[in-house]
């Protein structure tokens, strides 16, 4: 059997709470012989700051880059609102984008059915929901040159962020987002601004050229970033695949996430380029949700979103779609119970703490594995 390895960054506020309940599922899938994973463990964000003054050290660096894959909690927080911009705890996960080339971020937004009154939106519009969204990660206005502030005098500054996207970037997101269709309804929506952005008419360009001639059978659908937006929120199903840019990706994602009833239920994964020696790729896992330090500490934390994320790791690191599934199924068998986590909390449903609900899932994954 092979080893795996694993680099677990728990992070800021609620990061450790959730990545603890991962933490017992490896080690249960470890003792019980289903898989072997060899774990290490690093600081990230604000927790990296307070120990070395940088938001990830070279050393956790350097274990991030010798990994198999990632799993990554979450970074921030009011403590670290007055550190250096360069250090910010924000600032680590962007240097593991970069440097470990992960330029495809997958966020899927799917409803659970006992869930499906949870959402703000009606339950015909929500239930059966299943969409991913494809985002481009270490492009754009995030990491275009130049990025400055610049002082004009007389109390006047000037900010100044880049929005740059090449040809080569486009195609690549764009070629992720087809090969993923082609596994689900076959179709893909691709959203920018082209109507007031140069970079969204090259986009929009590129990902016709590269639809026309390596997917000809996927339907592709071109849509402006702002009436997507729009579109979620009103009859989120006629989506299946959407793919976008950096900035509108975040923004698109989290508006997704929150169709589903809360960001605490949502994972990603964050995919470099197949290697073609190894034939693996640098990956990183990640729930949609934040620190959300009002919480860290109280056990209130839902660690589905993170449970969700190491699911994606089996799926996509280590060609585990079997058990991954039945991840998923322990989610939905729990989520099916009536148990449920603060922010998915209802009338006639019973309250559980993030350890009682890892504990849960964990025991419904001992099941269907029996």
């Known amino acids: 059997m092979a080893t795996h390895k694993l680099l677990l960054l728990p992070g800021d506020g609620i990061g450790p709470e959730v990545m603890g309940e991962v933490k017992r599922l490896i080690d249960w899938l470890n003792s019980a012989g289903i898989a072997k994973f060899e774990t290490d463990t690093g600081l990230v964000g604000g927790s990296a700051y307070d120990a070395h003054k940088v938001s990830i050290s070279e050393g956790d660096m ?11 909690g979450a970074v921030g927080g009011p403590k670290w609102d007055a ?4 250090v910010r705890p924000e600032a680590g996960l962007l240097r593991l984008r970069k440097d470990l080339a992960l330029f495809a971020n997958l966020r899927p937004a799917v409803c659970y059915p006992a869930l499906a009154d949870a959402s703000s939106l ?9 969409i991913v ?8 206005v995030y990491f275009g040159e130049p990025k400055t502030i610049t002082d004009l005098g007389n109390g006047q500054k000037r900010a100044i962020d880049t929005q740059v996207y090449d040809t080569y970037e486009i195609e690549r ?14 179709k893909v929506t691709s959203m920018e601004k082209r109507n007031v952005m140069k970079s969204g008419v090259l986009w929009n360009e590129v ?10 059978d996927v339907t592709l659908e071109h849509q402006l970033a702002d009436s997507g937006g729009m579109m979620l929120v009103k009859w989120p199903k006629q989506f ?15 508006i997704a996430a929150m169709l589903t009833g809360s960001l605490g239920m949502l994972p990603s994964a964050s995919l470099g380029e197949v290697d073609v020696k190894s034939k693996k790729r640098k990956a990183l896992y990640e729930p949609v949700h934040g620190s959300a330090p009002d919480i860290a500490g109280k056990g209130l934390a839902n660690p589905i979103a993170m449970i969700s994320s190491f699911g994606m790791a089996l799926r996509y690191s280590f060609d585990m779609g ?3 599934d039945k991840v998923d199924a322990a989610i939905a068998a729990v989520l099916a119970s009536g148990l449920r986590t603060a922010d998915i909390k209802s009338e006639g449903t019973t309250a559980a703490s993030t350890t009682q609900m890892g504990e849960a899932i964990l025991m419904e994954l001992q099941k269907l594995h029996a």
């Open 62 to 72: 350097a274990k991030a880059l010798a990994a198999d894959a990632i799993i990554f």
């Open 173 to 186: 997101i764009g070629r992720v987002a087809f090969e993923l269709a082609r596994k689900r309804k076959n």
């Open 207 to 216: 990902m016709t050229a590269v639809h026309k001639r390596e997917y000809p």
């Open 83 to 86: 550190v250096p911009y360069e």
């Open 133 to 140: 969204i494809v985002r481009e990660l270490t492009g754009g």
């Open 322 to 324: 079997d058990l991954a």
């Open 122 to 130: 009606k339950r015909d519009a929500i239930e059966g929901l299943d």
């Open 240 to 254: 299946d695949v959407i793919v976008t840019d950096n900035l509108f990706g975040d923004m698109l994602s989290d």
